[in-house]
C-alpha cells in the first residue's frame, strides 16, 4: 500500500472562528504534515511525528506553502462555462438572452462529456475539490458531469434542472419526464462512490405546479438525495413568481407547501426575503447559498450573511458561475467581504476560509468526510501560495502573521496562488 506523505504548512478549522483571536478554531501547524494513503488522510500532525510513523512513505515538500482543505463551490451551473462575462442584463434577461440559449447546447451528449472534463479540470485548477452543480435540463448533461466526476473519484452533488415551462422549447422537460430522468440518474448515481444526487427545480418561475408535485414526490421517495433551486435572487423575479403563483404566502412558501425544505436543501442567493421567509428558513434547517459574485454582476443586491446567522440559519458560500464571474473560491471572498463591508458586517480572513472549507461541508452534513484534514476524511487537499503574482508578492512583504497571509490570498488570489490540488490523494495539476 503506497503512503504519500505531504510537508508543509498545515491549516484546518475545528469550528467557525468567533473572531482573530479565537485560536481554538482552528489547528496550524508551521512544520506540519499529512500522511495519504488509498484517497484518505490517515495521519496529520507535525512533520517530526508523521515522518517517523511512515519511513516508507513517498514525501511531496511543499514548504514554505500553505495546506488545506479542497475548496467546496456550493452552487455552480455546469452548463453555463460559455455564459461568464455576458454583457448587460439582469436575471430574467440574462436567462432568456443568453443562458437558456447556451444550455440547450447539452442536449447534444458529445458536447456535455467535452464540456465535463474542461468543468473539472476548471474546478481543480482553482482549488474546488468538492462542487454542487446544476447540470441543464437534458439527462445526458447530468450523465456526462457524473461520469467525469467518478473517473477521477472527485466528490460531485448535481442534478439534472427540471423545467417544464417559461424558457424555451429546446430546455423544457415535462413533469413525467423529470420525474422519469431524475429517478434514473438517482438509481444510477445517487451514493455511488463520491457521488450524490441533488433533486433540481431550476425555479418556481420554470417549474409548473405539476412539476413541483413530482419534485415531492422525489424528495419524498429519497430522502438521502439533496435538494438545490433558486430563491427570492432578483425583484423582477420575485414578481413574477408571485404572480404565477398567486396563494403563496411569500416566494418560499412554494418550495415549503411542496415539501422542498429541510437541512439538505440549498437555496441559492435568497436575497430578499420577508421575515416569514427567514422564521421558515430556521425552523426547516434549509440553507441559503451566499453568491457574492453572481450578486454583483447582475446587479441582485446584498446578501444579509449576519441576520440569517443569528437565526440560526447556515449559509453555503459558491461562485454561481455563470452568473459568477470566478472560478476561484478566492475571488469569491474578495467580492464577499465587500458585499458584507456594504452592510457593516465584518468577515475575518479565518471565518472566511473556514467557510469555504469546514463550514460548506457542514451544511452538506458531510464535514466528518470533507472541508477538514483530520485523519479519517477524504484526501482533498488545496497547497496554496501567497507569493504567487508580484503585487502579491511585494504585499506579502509587510505581512506578519497567518491573518494577514490568508486575507491577502483572500483579496488577491486566484488560480495562480494554486500550486496544486489533490482529489481522493492524486495531484490534479501537472
Ligand atoms: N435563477 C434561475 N436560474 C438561474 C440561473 O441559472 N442563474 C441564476 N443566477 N439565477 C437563476
Ligand atoms: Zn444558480
Same mark, same amino acid.
Given at each position: 500500500m503506497t503512503q504519500t506523505l505531504l510537508r508543509g504548512r498545515v491549516l484546518s478549522f475545528?469550528?467557525?472562528?468567533?473572531?482573530?483571536?479565537?485560536?481554538?478554531a482552528y489547528t496550524y501547524i508551521e512544520d506540519g504534515a499529512l500522511l495519504l494513503s488509498e484517497g484518505q488522510i490517515i495521519a496529520s500532525g507535525d512533520y517530526a511525528d508523521i515522518a517517523a510513523q511512515a519511513p516508507r512513505a513517498q514525501t511531496v515538500d511543499h514548504r514554505p506553502h500553505l495546506l488545506m482543505a479542497g475548496f467546496i463551490d456550493m452552487h455552480i451551473h455546469f452548463p453555463q462555462m460559455q455564459v461568464v462575462?455576458?454583457?448587460?442584463?439582469?436575471?430574467l434577461d440574462w436567462l432568456n438572452n443568453y443562458t437558456f440559449p447556451t444550455e440547450a !447546447?447539452? #442536449?447534444d451528449a458529445q458536447h456535455s462529456r467535452a464540456m465535463a472534463r474542461r468543468f473539472c479540470d476548471l474546478l481543480t485548477d482553482h482549488g474546488t475539490t468538492t462542487a454542487v452543480a446544476f447540470c441543464s435540463v437534458h439527462k445526458s448533461s447530468a450523465e456526462a458531469l457524473f461520469s467525469e466526476a467518478s473517473s477521477r473519484n472527485m466528490r460531485m452533488i448535481a442534478g439534472k434542472t427540471m423545467m417544464d415551462r417559461n424558457a424555451a422549447p429546446a430546455v423544457h422537460d415535462t413533469p413525467q419526464s423529470s420525474y422519469d430522468d431524475s429517478k434514473a440518474l438517482v438509481a444510477d448515481w445517487? !451514493?455511488? #462512490?463520491r457521488l450524490s444526487y441533488a433533486i433540481t427545480p431550476r425555479f418556481a418561475i420554470t417549474s409548473s405546479p405539476e412539476q413541483l408535485e413530482v419534485a415531492r414526490a422525489l424528495v419524498q421517495e429519497n430522502p438521502t438525495c439533496f435538494v438545490q433551486t433558486h430563491l427570492s435572487e432578483n425583484h423582477a423575479e420575485i414578481e413574477e413568481t408571485k404572480r404565477l403563483y398567486p396563494?403563496?404566502?411569500?416566494?418560499l412558501d412554494i418550495y415549503e407547501s411542496y415539501g422542498?425544505?429541510?437541512?439538505?436543501t440549498m437555496l441559492g442567493h435568497?436575497?430578499?426575503?420577508?421575515p416569514r421567509e427567514i422564521a421558515a428558513l430556521a425552523e426547516t434547517g434549509s440553507h441559503p447559498v451566499f453568491c457574492p459574485t453572481s450578486n454583483l454582476f447582475l446587479g441582485s443586491g446584498l446578501f444579509d450573511e449576519a441576520g440569517l446567522r443569528e437565526r440560526g440559519i447556515t449559509s453555503g458560500i459558491a461562485t454561481?458561475?455563470?452568473?459568477?464571474?470566478?472560478?476561484?473560491m478566492l475571488q469569491t471572498l474578495n467580492e464577499s467581504y465587500k458585499i458584507l463591508q456594504l452592510q457593516n458586517q465584518s468577515l475575518h480572513a479565518l471565518q472566511a476560509f473556514d467557510w469555504i472549507t469546514r463550514g460548506n461541508a457542514a451544511v452538506l452534513g458531510m464535514s466528518d468526510r470533507i472541508g477538514t484534514l483530520e485523519a479519517?476524511?477524504?484526501?482533498d487537499i488545496v497547497v496554496l501560495d501567497a507569493h504567487a503574482t508580484p503585487a502579491m508578492a511585494l504585499r506579502m512583504e509587510r505581512a506578519e502573521t497567518l491573518e494577514e497571509e490568508l486575507f491577502i490570498l483572500q483579496m488577491m488570489?486566484?488560480?495562480?496562488?494554486?500550486v496544486q490540488t489533490y482529489v481522493a490523494g492524486a495531484p490534479q495539476k501537472a
Open positions: 475545528n469550528h467557525r472562528p468567533q473572531d482573530a483571536s479565537d485560536t481554538d462575462a455576458s454583457w448587460g442584463a439582469q436575471l !447546447d447539452y #442536449g445517487h !451514493d455511488t #462512490g396563494d403563496a404566502r411569500d416566494y422542498l425544505l429541510g437541512p439538505r435568497a436575497i430578499h426575503l420577508e454561481d458561475i455563470g452568473g459568477g464571474t470566478s472560478y476561484s479519517g476524511t477524504e484526501a488570489g486566484d488560480d495562480r496562488a494554486i
